[in-house]
C-alpha cells in the first residue's frame, strides 16, 4: 500500500521539493543584490521536473551503489542540474547579475505556484481519507 501512495505524491513530492529550491535560489538573489560580482542564478522547473519524473525518484536525490554487504543504503543530495546562472537584464558596474523587479516578480510567481501545489496536495489527500472512510 505505501508503494501506491509513494507513486500518487511522487509527482507532488517534487514539485513542492524543487519550487522550495527554486525560492531558495530568488531568495539568495534578492540577498546579495548588493554584492559586487554575484551572479543571479534561477533553476528551470520544467526541466527540473521532467528530469525528475523520468528518473522515478524524488528530485535532487541520486542512488548511491552498495558494493559491500556492510554498507548501509542512503540517499546522496546532489546539485541540481537545472540551474543556470541568468542573463543579465541590465549592466552594473560593480558586476553584479540581480535585478530587482525580476527577482521579485519571480519570487511571488514562484510563492504562488508553491501555494497552489500545497493546496493541490491537500485536495488529493483529502479526496482519499473521504475515499477511506466512505
Given amino acids: 500500500m505505501a508503494g ?15 519550487r522550495g529550491q527554486r525560492q531558495q535560489l530568488l531568495a539568495s538573489n534578492i540577498a546579495n543584490a548588493d554584492t559586487p560580482n554575484y551572479k543571479a542564478k534561477d533553476l528551470d522547473f520544467g526541466k527540473a521536473m521532467q528530469s525528475a519524473l523520468s528518473q522515478g525518484r524524488t528530485a535532487n536525490q541520486v542512488a548511491l551503489a552498495q558494493t559491500n554487504s556492510g554498507h548501509l543504503s542512503a540517499e546522496l543530495s546532489a ?9 543579465p537584464t541590465q549592466n552594473n558596474l560593480d558586476g553584479n547579475t540581480v535585478d530587482m523587479d525580476v527577482e521579485r516578480n519571480n519570487f511571488v510567481e514562484n510563492s504562488m505556484h508553491y501555494e497552489a501545489d500545497v493546496n493541490f496536495t491537500q485536495n488529493e489527500i483529502k479526496g482519499l481519507l473521504a475515499v477511506l472512510q466512505g
Avoid: G, S
Avoid at 500518487?8 to 524543487?18: D, K, Q, Y
Fill in 79 to 87: 546539485q541540481l542540474p537545472n540551474t543556470f546562472m541568468r542573463k
Fill in 4 to 18: 501506491k501512495l509513494d507513486e500518487v505524491f511522487a509527482f507532488h513530492e517534487n514539485a513542492l521539493r524543487l
